[in-house]
């Protein structure tokens, strides 16, 4: 009895067990129906996305705020502002905002690029696509790297790939020569009987274009090297001479208000005050408003205008701001409302807000370019070489190109934006070439050009590499400098947590600590 | 025959559930079923007129059958006992008298009349191992026969002193169990640890269990769990969002009958992967008679506001007041402003006014909460069967402006007697709740309680109301500091929605079978359902989103559970009874969660979604889970001696399936326990009860859906018609995922003296896990936040002690006095190799952390330090002078290591009181607030030299620059000891009398409730010690609610 009662139960449980469910279905249960897999989705779907994340972050312009604008910006006497947020204006230290451009960076630009490289590796199809993901991969690297030195390079990205969560920090030195070696190779690897990108926003899937492209960036990355490898860069430039960006090559996207935050310009929507007051208190600096007056310069009636808004005390926007270029008038760094010393209504250029330049409409439109790369930028990086190394050609004639081009660009803001080509020339013909002064000339107009460009990481980059302009830094209480222009963005702090062994070594080798004022490799 | 029971049961080739269901029921002798129904008629075939078989059921008083009961004949030798439906049958005849005896419950004779069918309910007797409690599976057990801690609290205990989430109600009344409520408002998520933290990185939270049925219940909601939905509350740096409540919160405590917390592994074996971080049973009330219940419940509400700022210096920077309006906007959020002196200063708004202190901005921003709660449920027994039905409503005003929580719930608890064999039981509980603009905590955009914690000392938070509702004539923000998100707080609570509404259908039905002989078949199931709509809109004129936006999100949560069982017992000989149960069981979850979102209204202040004209988007999470199981056990007795239960459990997981991968799926828990009753054998006087207990088991965690493989997803959004793709796990997926698996050790002892008037229970256990599924995080730089990975060690000791006394009995007067203490270590046993420290959660702040750290106690709270030189120095930076930032260092963990309660309970004819106190200590919190009373200079610390110079003579820094950089450098001066002792609660009631009412009124008892009255000690400065934000984020406080007193009334009537 009772053992047949037992062996009943037994059998019943059995025939449950084998009369149901079982495990068939669990992989389908524990495939996610709202997402696709590497067989069949388009990865080129994830190239215009790691392109748009390069101009800055879908989320409401994180380090585009932060990094390019409050520090890079204020740093290079761009842009000025009274906004006491605005950190960089005044050499203070924010962490978070210092940090902000590594944290969007790996997430937003790194993972998907480091995905493209990795997914469509040796595969026929995408043989174009990998190319151009590779040389966006050194664009990435190198920006990263500028601002914080040694950085995760090698390792970092292959979070699911290579099971890396940690990744070491990789000597700038190191990084500097892969991305020659990586660019050089990737520029080689396209075919132009290969696959067209669709994804692609900068060129729609133009090879030739492409090839130019990773020929100036490795222009522009070997010129970083002037101080630091100077060999290495003249080599380089020797190598890409004659095959870098011509003149309709520009790389830029434009941004799409309808997306929203996801899409619009990065930095129109922080200028145009969506998050803030930038639109009321974020001014051309002085020492830009000056420059181009001194000069006559044709971009300064294009590039800024007073009386944005109607009045100091309600704000409204002013339907026709006004665009004469005596009237223009830059606000100097390094003033607030509040410090003894440096309260701007005390300072003697002040008469109203609204008085001092303001970045214009056509520059900081919602579905308005964001400039990666130019022609203009590649002709001074050429000119520099030419009068640093004496190769690539000749100084002068690549001055004047980059200068023209670099004036001449702004058209594909906006329309009214448009400087003519006898204005240019004028410009020209007006501050000529000299070569005993040939290199303060070249950079002093890649930093207007990189600020008309609101590509204020690159100004900083290139004024740091050749000191050029020379800036007055400011000298704000309490700063965090002594009073000096920043070299450099400390490490995160929360690689301390997140990665701690690897943070610590790489801050244990940074001469003078993990600082504003510390430098990186390439500037000794 | 144990071992061949769990060989068939779990051979590796029959990998599959079932649709089944079960309860359990069984157990030894005294055990009974746990489904819910009551007595009245079995049927009965005798003759009144000679000595013939006499046919009967014997009941609890919850109408459950009880085997085992020794039914005889007075004066007779006749006896029998009953079997495990409770039948029994007996040679007796007319107007004899049938003893029914039964360890646990009183004595009971019933004279036999002619005719009448015999149904005996037996009421249960105080001693305590009779005492029967409820037992995992649902399986209700005496309490001598578990080899393992129960804890049982009753319904009552949770409805006088109620709390609008009821498991708050449970803190200090159980040892091992350590209850802390959120500063989320009413409704937000509440956080149990029982014995300890389970789990490096997953959910902590127990399993609940209702009538028989588990119910998700997950802090912020099952569909952030089951689904790829972030979940919003979740312990991360900028978490700026509404707790929005754990699924639990929902349950009327006048639902419920019992609670019974299933500590150990051992107790909770049978739910197996779902046990890891125990269980809490909850039965819910059935028909006991025919009446009419209503309670009626008000409490009020105030906060405690635990802020002691300066008051000496005002709003301003530099050390002086603003002398304009963009100086007074520039210093919105800084009181580094010059000395109080009573002059008159420009504020934000134009107006000059004196400079002086504006203390309490909290009392005059919260308002007096208010919560109103009316049940009335209706009981009836028929032949047959009884039902019961309860309607409840609640109505909530929080202390927040223009928030609260309204719900209302329905319960139909119903049983009946198909025929002698079948009797069926159903439960449907249909639950409507609405949380109105529950307020954002954490950060502070958005959040009335971070800025009205913040204002500067010389600001009073009334002149921030403009217009009305903290908005100016245009309908905007009045904004009062440049940062612009910092939101007014008035415009926060009055002008942003955050509303949420749930629907939801808890039911259940299940149906079990008595054979004759003590056999059974049980099959349930059970369906957890629910929608929940959520509606966001940021508010046009908001300074940090000027033309507004809005998100409206709905979720369907679909959770079914199905299990059978069967089981017999076998008696060896008339000492030994052997009872082997087999059960299945089967779970599939599904979530599915829409959200709509869109940004700028086209139409200001019109909040719908067409109205939003760009950054239209839907996303959608789906989520969708099922395992299997198969468990049995095998419960030998002897005499009522030594008992000794083995059970087994299989579990197969979806969670863990990878395509084109062919995973273990199933994992294996084995438990075994036993008691031995020495007060049997030895029984001195003065020893009522005595009792050895020790039991071993196995169980686990999977993880959720979706972690095994790398996807895809695209945006709502296109670039110029491009499509926007990206990879969708924020975490590196992980192909070979195992089952973690813990095992515990428990030993215990249940000591009574003096006929109970004293009595003891504790406990000792040991817990160990091992594989435990761990979301790491990892360096941005790898491009992922975290990883899923198998790694992990933990360990949890402890002990426990529960003392219940009744040093004072009479007639008139009786004082029962209980404390209950545990202390708890846990440690950090390993974790991913390579590292020694894994994130869990970030301050808002930035230089706070709550972390696992091997060697240490689980979740350290960790800050920095200062930095020092060779010789010991503090380190500073050349430039400034400044301290520099040293090591993060552990600080010692965020649960606290020893928790108590102590409640004492007075009655006096009518009038009862009741007083329960409870402790924590060993505990840390890092106090975001005080980081930003630094940094704003509210905290009295920054008074220290405030118009002197800091930094070094060539480069002199003034105190706001020290203070805010010492604040990020040297973050450990913000952890503070959050060890308390707290006036919990008291309740003092009077029972009116019998007769008052001509017996129209049955009973009647009008109380007088206070809770969360005051601490006895504490200390933290400028918060409370029990405050946190986030489930995940326990050890960091961050922009949340103030602690509230509630005092109030309770109105209990029957009819």
């Known amino acids: 009895m009772k053992k047949k009662l037992l062996r009943n139960i037994t059998l019943l449980s059995a025939g449950l067990l084998l009369s149901t469910g079982c495990t068939k279905d669990f992989v389908e249960r524990n495939t996610n129906p709202a997402s696709y897999n590497q067989t069949n989705f388009n990865p080129n779907y994830m190239l215009t996305s790691a392109e748009l994340a390069y101009t800055g972050s879908t989320d409401f312009s994180y380090e585009t705020w932060r990094g390019n604008l409050i520090y890079c910006s204020t740093f290079m006497q761009g842009f000025s502002t009274v906004i006491g947020y605005w950190a960089g204006d005044k050499y203070l230290l924010n962490e978070g905002y210092t940090s902000a451009y590594w944290g969007n960076a790996y997430s937003e630009q790194v993972k998907p690029i480091v995905d493209i490289v990795e997914s469509t590796k040796d595969k026929a199809q995408y043989k174009n696509l990998n190319a151009i993901a590779r040389i966006l991969r050194a664009l990435v690297f190198e920006r990263i790297t500028d601002l914080y030195g040694d950085v995760p390079y090698s390792e970092a990205g292959l979070g699911y790939y290579n099971k890396i969560f940690y990744p070491k920090y990789d000597k700038q030195q190191d990084i500097y020569n892969d991305l020659i070696t990586q660019v050089t190779q990737a520029t080689a690897a396209l075919d132009a009987a290969g696959d067209i990108p669709t994804g692609d926003a900068i060129y729609k899937g133009d090879i030739a274009k492409w090839r130019k492209f990773g020929n100036t960036l490795l222009l522009r990355i070997a010129m970083r090297l002037t101080k630091a490898d100077p060999d290495k860069a003249k080599t380089i430039v020797a190598q890409v001479s004659g095959k870098t960006l011509e003149a309709a090559d520009d790389a830029f996207l434009t941004g799409d208000a309808t997306g929203g935050r996801t899409t619009i310009n990065r930095n129109s929507q922080v200028l145009l005050g969506d998050g803030g007051q930038e639109n009321y208190y974020v001014k051309w600096s002085n020492t830009f408003i000056n420059n181009l007056k001194t000069n006559s310069d044709p971009r300064l009636s294009v590039l800024a205008c007073t009386q944005l808004y109607a009045n100091d005390a309600t704000k409204t926007p002013n339907a026709s701001p006004v665009f004469t270029a005596s009237v223009q008038k830059g606000m100097p760094n390094g003033l607030d409302f509040g410090t003894a010393g440096h309260i701007v209504s005390a300072d003697p250029s002040f008469t109203s807000f609204n008085d001092y330049s303001s970045p214009s409409p056509y520059i900081t439109k919602r579905n308005g370019p964001t400039f990666i790369l130019t022609y203009a930028e590649s002709e001074l990086l050429l000119a520099d070489a030419a009068q640093r190394f004496a190769v690539g050609g000749d100084a002068k004639t690549h001055y004047d190109n980059g200068v023209k081009a670099a004036i001449t660009y702004l058209k594909q803001y906006d329309a009214a934006a448009t400087i003519s080509d006898a204005a240019a020339q004028a410009y020209l013909t007006a501050h000529p070439y000299n070569a005993t002064t040939g290199l303060e000339q070249i950079n002093t107009q890649y930093w207007i050009l990189t600020n008309s460009m609101l590509d204020f990481y690159e100004s900083w980059s290139n004024w740091r590499r050749t000191g050029f302009p020379v800036l007055t830094p400011v000298n704000f209480p309490n700063n965090a400098t002594s009073g000096t222009i920043p070299r450099r963005f400390p490490y995160p702090s929360n690689e301390a947590v997140s990665n701690p062994d690897n943070y610590a070594a790489a801050r244990a080798t940074l001469t003078g600590g993990d600082l504003l004022t510390s430098r990186v490799w390439w500037d000794k | ?1055």
Not at chain 2, 4 to 32: D, E, M, Q, R, W
Not at chain 2, 132 to 155: F, H, M, N, P, Q
């Open chain 2, 1 to 1055: 025959m144990k071992k061949k029971l769990l060989l068939i049961l779990f051979l590796p080739g029959v990998a599959c559930g079932a649709y089944a269901n079960g309860h359990t029921s069984n157990s030894l002798k005294k055990a009974s079923g746990l489904n819910v129904r009551s007595a009245v008629a079995a049927a009965v075939a005798h003759s009144a007129y000679s000595a013939a078989p006499i046919k009967g059921v014997v009941r609890d008083n919850t109408g459950q059958p009880l085997p085992g009961v020794t039914i005889r004949v007075k004066g007779t030798a006749k006896s029998a006992q009953s079997d495990l439906n409770g039948q029994f049958t007996i040679d007796a005849e007319a107007n004899d008298v049938l003893v029914f005896s039964f360890i646990g419950f009183n004595t009971q004779e019933v004279k036999l009349a002619s005719g009448a069918s015999l149904t005996v309910t037996l009421t249960e007797s105080s001693s305590q191992l009779g005492e029967v409690v409820v037992t995992a599976l649902g399986i209700k057990k005496e309490r001598r026969s578990l080899g393992y801690s129960v804890t049982e609290v009753k319904g009552e205990e949770l409805t006088k002193t109620r709390e609008p989430s009821f498991v708050n109600s449970l803190v200090g009344k159980v040892a091992g169990l350590n209850v802390t409520s959120m500063s989320g408002g009413p409704g937000a998520s509440s956080n149990i640890l029982i014995r300890g933290v389970s789990s490096i990185s997953q959910t902590n939270q127990p399993l609940y269990v209702i009538n028989g049925i588990p119910v998700e219940s997950q802090p912020g909601g099952i569909a952030s769990y089951v689904s790829s939905k972030p979940n919003n509350n979740g312990g991360g740096q900028y978490d700026n969002s509404s707790d929005n409540g754990d699924a639990i919160s929902n349950i009327n405590p006048d639902d419920i009958e019992s609670i019974s917390v299933l500590k150990g592994a051992a107790a909770a074996a049978l739910y197996g992967s779902r046990a890891k971080a125990g269980v809490i049973l909850i039965t819910t009330k059935t028909a006991k008679n025919n009446s009419v219940e209503f309670n009626s419940n008000f409490v009020a509400e105030t906060i405690i506001d635990p802020t002691d700022w300066q008051y000496e210096y005002g709003q301003g920077s530099n050390n002086k007041a603003p002398v304009s309006l963009q100086e007074a906007f520039q210093s919105g959020q800084s009181s580094y402003g010059g000395l109080l002196d009573g002059s008159n200063q420009l504020q934000f708004d134009g107006v000059s006014r004196p400079y002086v202190a504006q203390k309490g901005n909290l009392d005059k921003f919260y308002r007096t909460g208010s919560t109103l709660t009316n049940t009335v449920a209706f009981n009836r027994m028929f032949d047959g069967g009884s039902v019961r039905l309860s309607a409840s409503d609640m109505h909530n005003n929080s202390v927040v402006p223009n928030s609260g929580l309204n719900r209302q719930t329905f319960d139909l608890n119903g049983s009946y007697d198909i025929n002698k064999h079948l009797v069926v039981n159903a439960r449907a509980n249909y639950i409507l709740e609405q949380g109105k603009n529950r307020p954002y905590v954490g950060d502070g955009a958005g959040n009335p309680n971070f800025n009205a914690w913040f204002l500067p000392s010389s600001v009073d938070i009334n002149t921030l109301k403009g217009v009305s509702n903290g908005a100016i004539a245009n309908g905007n923000e009045y904004g009062y500091s440049a940062n612009t998100y910092a939101t007014n707080p008035w415009f926060a609570a009055e002008n942003f929605v955050n509303n949420t509404s749930r629907t939801r259908l808890l039911s259940n039905v299940s149906l079990r079978y008595n054979f004759n002989g003590g056999g059974f078949l049980q099959g349930r199931i059970g369906s957890d359902s629910y929608n929940d709509r959520v509606t966001n809109i940021v508010p046009t004129g908001t300074a940090y989103r000027v033309n507004g936006s809005i998100s409206e999100e709905s979720t369907n949560v679909k959770d079914i559970t199905a299990d059978v069982l069967a089981g017999k017992p076998f008696k060896v000989n008339e000492d030994i009874t052997i009872t082997p149960t087999v059960g299945a069981s089967y779970r599939r979850t599904r979530v599915e969660s829409i959200v709509n979102s869109g940004d700028n209204f086209a139409v200001p202040f019109v909040y719908n979604l067409q109205n939003a004209i760009s950054n239209k988007s839907v996303s959608y999470y789906p989520g969708d889970l099922e395992t299997q199981a198969v468990y049995g056990t095998l419960e030998a007795s002897y005499k009522s001696l030594f008992y000794l239960t083995g059970t087994g459990r299989s579990d197969w997981f979806s969670t863990l399936a990878t395509p084109g991968k062919d995973n273990k799926l199933s994992k294996f828990y084995p438990a075994v326990s036993g008691s031995f009753i020495f007060s049997e054998l030895w029984h001195p006087t003065w020893l009522s009860n005595g009792k050895l207990r020790a039991g071993y088991a196995g169980v686990g965690q999977a993880t959720t859906p979706f972690q095994t493989q790398l996807s895809y997803s695209l945006s709502s959004a296109t670039l110029n018609g491009l499509p926007l793709g990206s990879i969708a796990n924020p975490a590196v997926p992980n192909n070979s995922l195992v089952a973690s698996y813990a095992s515990e050790f428990e030993i215990g002892a249940e000591l009574g003296f003096f006929n109970n008037r004293l009595s003891f229970d504790m406990a000792w256990y040991h817990k160990k896990s091992k594989d435990e599924i761990v979301l790491a995080p990892a360096s941005a730089s790898s491009g992922y936040n975290a990883a899923v990975l198998n790694i992990g060690k933990l360990q949890n000791k402890g002990f426990e002690l529960l003392i219940n006394g009744s040093p004072f009995k009479t007639d008139k007067f009786t004082w029962t006095t209980s404390l209950n203490g545990s202390v708890n270590t846990s440690k950090v046993l390993e974790l991913a190799t390579g590292t020694d420290q894994l994130l869990v959660s970030t301050s808002r702040s930035g230089v706070g952390f709550t972390q696992q750290v091997v060697g240490l106690p689980a979740n350290q709270v960790m800050a920095y330090d200062y930095a020092y030189d060779a010789g010991g120095n503090i380190s500073v930076d050349p430039n400034t002078g400044l301290p520099l930032r040293g090591k993060l260092t552990a600080y010692g963990s965020a649960y606290a290591k020893w928790v108590a309660g102590f409640s004492n309970n007075f009655t006096y004819k009518n009038f009862n009181m009741s007083v329960l106190i409870d402790g924590k200590w060993g505990g840390k919190i890092f106090s975001t607030s005080d980081y930003y009373g630094y940094v704003f200079g509210l905290h009295k610390a920054t008074l220290v030299n405030r118009t002197g110079n800091f930094g070094t003579t060539a480069a002199p820094i003034n105190a706001a620059t020290y203070y805010s950089n010492l604040a990020s450098n040297v973050s450990k001066i913000f952890v503070q000891d959050a060890s308390f002792i707290k006036f919990r609660s008291v309740s003092v009631g009077y029972t009116l009398p019998a007769n008052l009412f001509n017996g129209a009124v049955k009973t009647a008892t009008i109380s007088l409730v206070g809770r969360n009255l005051f601490y006895i000690s504490k200390k933290t400065d400028n918060i409370d010690p029990e405050s946190s934000y986030s489930v995940f984020a326990q050890g960091i406080e961050s922009g949340g609610l103030p602690t509230t007193r509630t005092y109030g009334l309770n109105l209990s009537v029957k009819f």
